[in-house]
């Protein structure tokens, strides 16, 4: 199946679907909002989903949630791996629910479940978010972009009926920061990245905006300069000639910084700039 023909099908299914789950990361919501999805979601009731906030920093997290209230975006910060932030969601939807019933019983007509769609980029935790509000796992998650391939219905209790779909991204991004923090995030095919760069990319960042956790998780000096051989050297990541594993340093550092080890990390945050 071609991207236009997966981009059709889905048009098709949104034709149906009542209100929409904008599933973004926390930890960069300017640049993990899709273009393609604000397109195919134009005209629609949507809620904008803030996940993993608990890799974020939280007083980034209430900018960005001022700042979207600000734009009178209806915004929802969640944890899609422990549950926090759902409960809220739930209300939330109850409400969108009850109000959809409403409307169809002045109309003379039957109830029926409210019928969602979660959309985003690769790797935001839609499938995560989806399983928390079922409270079962019942589409695949995986911590690579890419691991949904094709949209599908999961319904929950009759009231309510969500489509999972497979994370959609512009191949046509060419901004250095964004590409930075797409990477970071794990919504780009890691095959397409090099390690190292990227390595050396997250240090400067962090050396500028979260120093003291970089050197707190290392063990290292308030005066070390932070480096990819500095943080071999601290880890001990030799190869075999006697000289330092920039390739290890790099890919344990954006693991760590991944799995939330040098604490909750905020890659930007809200500005006048901001596209949506
Ligand atoms: N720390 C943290 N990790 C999360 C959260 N939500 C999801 N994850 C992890 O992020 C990775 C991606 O989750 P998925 O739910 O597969 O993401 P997806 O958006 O469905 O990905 P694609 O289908 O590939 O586009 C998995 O390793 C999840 O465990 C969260 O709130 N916090
Ligand atoms: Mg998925």
Known sequence: MTEID???GLLKLLKVVDLIFEVVDARCPNTSRSKQVRNLIKGKR???VLNKTDLADPRVTGDWVSYYT???EKVLPVDALRGGGMSRVREVLDQEADALNTVLRQKGRRNRALRTAVLGIPNTGKSSFLNQLIGKRKVLRGDRPGVTRGAQWVHVR???SILDTPGMLSPHIKDEDALFMLAVIRALDP???DPIDLGEKMLNFLQEHYRDNIL???GLLEDTSLTLTSLARAKGFLIADGEYDLQRAAVF??????????GRISLEVPTISCSY
Not at 253 to 262: Q, T, V
């Open 6 to 8: 997966k981009m059709t």
């Open 46 to 48: 949507s809620l904008l």
């Open 70 to 72: 600000s734009q009178e």
């Open 158 to 160: 009759g009231t309510i």
């Open 191 to 193: 095959e397409s990245i």
């Open 216 to 218: 707190k998780y290392l």
């Open 253 to 262: 550092l954006l693991a760590a910084c991944s799995k939330g080890r040098l």
